[in-house]
């Protein structure tokens, strides 16, 4: 018996586009925004506290969601849309993290067993405190924060990433350096205690 391709019609004369182009279309819009796209998300995750050795399965989710809501991008907003995805997936990333950590027997380390290790335990530190006060923030407060203080972006140039009048974005991102800062205060306080 001969298996016949729903794609392989070369007679078909109807004027409905067929679906394996629009599959192909697809698929040529979804390589085009990976190929364009990749090195932004990575680096986008990565400032949002992803860990280097799962950006790249993090980056991997995130062009998974992006290739089931493709015909939902608008022209114009890929850059944007695919950045509310990273915040998305490095959110459940963290919070995968957090109860990973939970789970975890703690591991008393000696700090002044080596000099070496003395460096790299204040870097894990000042990491995990980054963190902290990150992940206490409101998101749509971190992401406009993050846009701002890691990305160099002005005001404007967030509000047509995100699709907020930029008068909004500044508001925010007052309100996030703001609390940052608090927060930083409060933990630093209860540090030299």
């Known amino acids: 018996m001969n298996a016949v391709s729903p794609c392989s019609n070369p ?3 109807s004027t409905r586009v ?4 629009t599959l192909a279309g697809s698929d040529r819009k979804l390589r085009a925004l990976v190929n364009e796209y990749r090195a932004f998300v990575a680096r ?3 400032r949002m506290g992803v860990p280097l050795s799962d950006v790249d399965d993090a980056a991997q989710r995130v062009f998974l969601v992006v290739s089931r809501k493709l015909a939902s991008i608008e022209p114009g907003r890929e850059r944007s849309f695919l950045f509310g995805v990273a915040v998305r997936v490095a959110s459940e990333m963290r919070r995968f993290e957090a109860r990973r950590r939970r789970l975890e027997v ?3 380390v000696d700090a002044e067993s080596t000099p070496c290790t003395d460096d790299l335990l204040e870097l894990k530190r000042s990491r995990l405190v ?10 749509h407060l971190t992401t406009v924060f993050q ?6 972006l002005t005001a404007l140039e967030i509000s047509e990433r995100l699709g907020i009048p930029p008068g909004t974005v500044a508001s925010r991102l007052r309100r996030a350096r703001l609390l940052f800062w608090q927060q930083a205060d409060r933990l630093t306080g209860r540090r030299a205690n």
Do not use: H, I, Q, Y
């Open 11 to 13: 007679k078909s004369t």
């Open 18 to 21: 067929s679906p394996c182009r």
């Open 44 to 46: 986008s995750l990565r």
């Open 106 to 108: 703690a591991v008393e």
């Open 130 to 139: 980054l963190d902290r006060l990150l992940s206490t923030m409101p998101r």
């Open 147 to 152: 846009l701002a203080e890691t990305e160099g």
